[in-house]
């Protein structure tokens, strides 16, 4: 999806066309290297520029900008803004906690080495503490669909660490294809307690990890026991640090992409 008139409501429409930050001015977001855009996106100036409306919590299009420093130049980029006041109440996950998990997610991802969230920060803007993520351009030629029903080998991973956090919503739009790789988006509900793996992701159920994710698993696993375990702990509830130490030991015991429980719902709807 593209933040063109289709995806972007404008907050305010009565404000003239040129509240849109003109294309050109943004950075091209996908060749930000990963720890100049959590910088930019931690210290940067937030502006909003709409709301995306297919998004089901309160899920804004912004851009962040830094001025030019001694040692850096300017930068712009466009992000996902989710103040944490804007998020739907669910039942199954405790109030104002969604923000959290996204970045608990983003520093899972990024630790373990696989680049599945774009960068995200947890941090004030306009209408309060939220995360912001930086803003992806997809690439609309590919077909994400397709990718899943084929077992497309470059989702595997997506599998694994959507087990690892316990993700309840892997959809397809929450894939996307960007520069021949597939990032991983909206990782709010997940790392609860209770086993709530819902996925379009199943084309590797029960099938053998493979020796590298093994040992990536096992990086993970005294990760988990050490410094990744702490940055959890500020982000999460020690429960649920503790169970996603016994995911990834079940992982490495069964030595298997998980099975979905028969006993309740194992794909996110609607699925795409
Ligand atoms: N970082 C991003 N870069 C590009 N597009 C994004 C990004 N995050 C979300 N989107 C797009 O916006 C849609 C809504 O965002 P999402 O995180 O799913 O919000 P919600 O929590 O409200 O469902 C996604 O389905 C995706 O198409
Ligand atoms: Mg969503």
């Known amino acids: 999806m593209d933040k063109d008139e289709r995806a ?4 305010d429409e009565s404000e003239p066309d040129d509240a849109l930050a003109p294309d050109d001015e943004l950075e091209p977001a996908n060749g930000i290297e990963p720890s100049t855009a959590l910088e930019l996106l931690r210290e940067g100036e937030l502006e909003i520029v709409g709301r995306l409306v297919d998004a089901t919590n309160v899920t804004l299009y912004a851009t962040v900008s ?3 420093g001694p040692d850096r130049r300017a930068l712009k980029a466009g992000c996902v803004y989710k103040p944490i006041r804007g998020e739907r109440p669910l039942d199954d996950f405790p109030s104002g ?7 608990a997610a983003h520093t899972v991802s990024s630790r373990a080495g696989w680049g599945i969230a774009p960068p995200t920060v947890f941090r004030d803007g306009p209408l309060g503490p939220g ?7 997809v690439d609309e030629d590919v077909d994400v669909v397709s990718m899943i029903l084929t077992r497309d080998p ?6 694994l660490f959507d087990a690892v956090v316990n993700n309840a919503d892997r959809k397809g739009g929450h894939m996307l294809p960007v520069d021949g790789r597939v990032y991983g988006v909206d990782h709010g509900v997940t ?21 590298d994710e093994v040992t990536l698993l096992e990086i993970l696993r005294s990760d988990l026991a050490s410094e990744l375990g702490l940055e959890l702990r500020e982000l999460l509830s020690r429960r649920e640090v503790a169970a996603t130490e016994r995911r990834v030991e079940s992982l490495l015991r069964h030595g298997t992409f998980p099975l979905p429980d028969l006993g309740r719902p194992a794909i996110p709807w609607p699925p795409f």
């Open 66 to 68: 830094c001025p030019a």
């Open 191 to 211: 790392f609860s307690v209770d086993p709530k793996l819902r996925t379009v992701l199943w084309g590797w159920r029960g099938e053998q990890l493979t020796e």
């Open 154 to 159: 470059s989702l595997r991973r997506m599998a």
């Open 131 to 137: 995360m912001a993520q930086l803003w992806l351009e």
């Open 97 to 103: 906690t969604l923000a959290f998990r996204e970045v």
């Open 8 to 11: 972007v409501r404008r907050e």
